[in-house]
């Protein structure tokens, strides 16, 4: 995988961005900064499955339908 190290932070951040939501509900938060916290997380799962699907697909993987 050409994007492995960008992939791999990206993971890092959603997993933080997780964390985060987590904090958020045990100091309870405003629910605009619940929206606003998943909103980004789920920006940074969109460019890490846009990482992904730019990867050449090998023989011995099954096609996506």
Known sequence: ???RDTVLK???SIEAGLNAL???VQRQ???NDF???I???RE???QVKGYIENEPIAGT???RI
């Open 1 to 3: 995988m050409k994007n």
């Open 10 to 12: 990206k993971l890092d």
């Open 22 to 24: 987590r904090f958020m």
């Open 29 to 31: 938060e405003p629910v």
């Open 35 to 37: 929206i606003t916290r």
């Open 39 to 41: 909103e980004s997380t």
């Open 44 to 46: 940074l799962v969109d």
């Open 61 to 63: 993987e099954l096609n």
